[in-house]
T-cell receptor
Framework: DTGVSQNPRHKITKRGQNVTFRCDPISEHNRLYWYRQTLGQGPEFLTY????????KSRLLSDRFSAERPKGSFSTLEIQRTEQGDSAMYLC??????FGPGTRLTVL | AQRVTQPEKLLSVFKGAPVELKCNYS??????LFWYVQYSRQRLQLLLR??SRESIKGFTADLNKGETSFHLKKPFAQEEDSAMYYC????????????FGRGTSLIVHP
């Protein structure tokens, strides 16, 4: 499969724990985006990378959220001290248009 | 600020009927508009973009700058068109930050 992959697909965690998600984009794509999607809403932009540089971050992205793309290939999104309001689907997109399957986070 | 409005959460039609999914946008610059589709248990995928002016799976969308709209149309709906449809606005310039609408669920009855 040469599409965008995300791991894990599902994550259940307790409030206060840290979680990390991974996105592997399409290999030749320079841009990588992270979105959050809650029930009944469209994807909301969180941040994006051009190669390894993080160029934009949404005001939605609190200081508990951090994203990296160390070698300009895969990316990770970490949420520290999770809260119940963080429960959502986290989507990654490669070059704007190619979405991964998402990671569904449930914070208990 | 850029905003995308999809006024209908749900659109229900019968097979063979015409379909129009509405999308209005607010943006001060030159907009790039897209429609994405998400079939049940599948990932979000790009359906069409206004600059390509093509028809995909029988769907078309015309950018109307005067009405700030980008409605998605299909003359004869098929059952396999049942899905969530999202309109998205891409900002022009150096930073491309897409804004999505909340989506419209299209159900096509047999």
């Amino acid at each position: 499969d040469t599409g965008v992959s995300q791991n894990p697909r599902h994550k259940i965690t307790k409030r206060g724990q840290n979680v990390t998600f991974r996105c592997d984009p399409i290999s030749e794509h320079n841009r990588l985006y992270w979105y959050r999607q809650t029930l009944g809403q469209g994807p909301e932009f969180l941040t994006y990378f051009q190669n390894e540089a993080q160029l934009e971050k949404s005001r939605l992205l609190s200081d508990r959220f951090s994203a990296e793309r160390p070698k300009g290939s895969f990316s990770t999104l970490e949420i520290q001290r999770t809260e119940q309001g963080d429960s959502a689907m986290y989507l990654c997109a490669s070059s704007s248009f190619y979405f991964g399957p998402g990671t569904r986070l449930t914070v208990l | 600020a850029q905003r995308v409005t999809q006024p209908e959460k749900l659109l229900s039609v019968f097979k063979g009927a015409p379909v129009e999914l509405k999308c209005n946008y607010s943006y001060s610059g030159s907009p790039e508009l897209f429609w994405y589709v998400q079939y049940s248990r599948q990932r979000l995928q790009l359906l069409l973009r206004h600059i390509s002016r093509e028809s995909i799976k029988g769907f078309t969308a015309d950018l109307n700058k005067g009405e700030t709209s980008f409605h998605l149309k299909k003359p004869f709906a098929q059952e396999e068109d049942s899905a969530m449809y999202y309109c998205a606005l891409g900002s022009s310039g150096g930073s491309y930050i897409p804004t999505f609408g909340r989506g419209t669920s299209l159900i096509v009855h047999p």
